[in-house]
């Protein structure tokens, strides 16, 4: 056994030798017209070195290491009380998310700028994640080219404005439906596909739209994005410091206030912040309504809720085009937000954050999506500093995370529905 | 109320039956039988229309069914208890229950539950349970309430004492006795040919895609032939 363990050790360090080493311990260099091929100084040999010599150790102790890695203790038991009772426990809840609602609208009159634009941008991506949870975390279709509905939502707005001028509040149902037909339109093919072959496909369909936007020049304007996405006007007010368009007044001119920049921000953020508390809501009726059970019997067992009369083609459509719907809210409020979008926004690695989000937070569970979204949106920002390391740190709470708490933040609880009061 | 005739169903080029007839008629308990591999479960799944009958007509209260799609069959009076049970586990009893009366009104609803805990007085204090954490009897047990959610005229069973103690499998068979008495008409599917004729009215015997026997569930317990194949001698 500790042979066993110790060749199996000496293997790992020595393959973490070959990883790292041609990769760190090479650098390329131009010298003149020719490249030239150099060693790496000491120093970053010897890094190479002890980390060989890091994954020897750890893998020789690894069950000891594993083991108090185990009885350390849970941050966030769960089960380390008594549950309150069901229909208490949700009048507080909803009196705490009322109380944090009401807050987080006053909130942004108090800090920085900055912040309340970084506060936009999750409220974006806690848009998106809830969208995803219903199409993953509740119907069990696991989605990777979610970002293309996002895309549809903010290039909808972009082109529309661009070519005829619409506004933001028409273009944001515009967005929303256009990518809901989108997803419609993706569901018909996929109907029969589960899993993995799932995946690939919708990851296949994200990548269409992306390229698709960046080789569609004429329209679209390609790598070099669109421009000049209008505001959100407040009922014909514009935010800007001159009026742009005709027939519309300035915001500041309007309350004899003076001109500041932070109005528009302030009003983006709110703008989200209402949309958010909007798809959640809606969301949250749809998952209470029969067609919430329905997604949720279809990820338990097709077999079963077909035997039930329910059609797979209407469950599975039904989710796709609500998660897609809510992607184009979220887009167009990135669109308005930016001002200049680009296929650059809309890459694979979005789609992989936005469900890392639905994963973390535990799937259909929607205020764990929410913390998550707020937790992965606003952390590398705290952590500018580690910026290098960002994907590094990302990956190592993912694993943590999986170690401590495979099920999420805040695993789904069943929503319990009464039908008759019990003596 | 159920009537297959000649029914001939292919998974790909494969025949699986070849020329099934069986007619459930209302009221009655009807028993098929039949070894591992005889076509049982596709015979059910051709009646739920998937796959779907390659040749053959099948007629449902006078209406035919053959070319319906799954989801508008399982809508007209008709319920089945899959093979294997395939409850939804991560949901309550009460919603896998909620689930069987889909396309009923709440009152409909309430009233079934009523009545499915009364058949089941188990399932009552599991009520608000995840149904996987349950053990197998009373998953069936939830499987077959599942079924009676939707007030059919006809349950189809597949194989429901699949799996499960002696003990049990009595208690699972004296509520099929009394499904009849309540004036469901029950077609079931079994390999536990002794208790499944003992039950039946009548029974049939498929072998490899075809209709070997047709009988009263008498006279199939007396066959010699039977005994030897399906009773152990």
Known sequence: MAANNFRHALFCAIITLIISYPIIGFNLEAQGINVMLTGADTGTVVMVLLAAVMVFLFQLFREQIMGALRSVPNPLPQSSKEPMAENRRAKIESWVLTGIVILALFWPFFVSRGSVDLATLVLIYVMLALGLNVVVGLAGLLDLGYVAFYAVGAYTFALLSQYTGISFWLALPIGALLAALFGLVLGFPVLRLRGDYLAIVTLGFGEIIRILLNNWTTLTGGPNGIGGIPDPTLFGMEFGRRVKEEGNTSFHETFGIAYSGEHKVIFLYLIALVLAVFTALVIRRFMRMPVGRAWEALREDEIAARSLGLSRTAVKLSAFTIGAFFAGFAGTVFASKQGFISPESFVFLESAIILAIVVLGGMGSQIGVVLAAIAVTILPELAREFSEYRMLIFGAAMVLMMVWRPQGLMPMRRIHIELKKQE | ?233
Do not use: W
């Open chain 2, 1 to 233: 109320m159920l009537v297959l005739e000649d029914v001939h169903t292919h998974y790909g080029k494969i025949e699986a039956l070849h020329g099934v007839s069986v007619e459930v008629k209302k009221g009655e308990i009807v028993s098929l039988i039949g070894a591992n591999g005889a076509g049982k479960t596709t015979l059910l799944m051709t009646v739920c229309g998937n796959p779907q009958a390659s040749s053959g007509r099948i007629f449902l209260e006078g209406r035919e069914i053959t070319r319906e799609p799954t989801a508008q069959i399982m809508r007209s009076g008709i319920a089945i208890v899959p093979e294997g049970r395939r409850i939804f586990s991560g949901l309550t009893v009460e919603e896998n229950l909620h689930m069987g009366g889909f396309f009923n009104t709440k009152s409909e609803i309430r009233k079934s539950q009523e009545h499915v805990y009364e058949l089941f007085p188990r399932l009552k204090e599991r009520e608000h349970q995840r149904a996987g954490t349950m053990s197998g009897g009373e998953q069936q047990m939830l499987a077959i309430g599942r079924a009676l959610m939707s007030r059919p005229d006809m349950i189809i069973l597949d194989e429901p004492s699949l799996g499960l103690a002696p003990l049990i499998i009595k208690q699972i068979f004296e509520i099929i006795g009394h499904l009849r008495e309540e004036g469901i008409t029950v077609f079931l599917v079994e390999q536990n040919a002794h208790q499944a004729l003992n039950l039946a009215d009548r029974g049939y015997v498929l072998e490899t895609g075809k209709i070997r026997l047709h009988d009263t569930g008498k006279n199939l317990l007396e066959n010699p032939d039977v005994q030897n194949a399906y009773l152990g001698g």
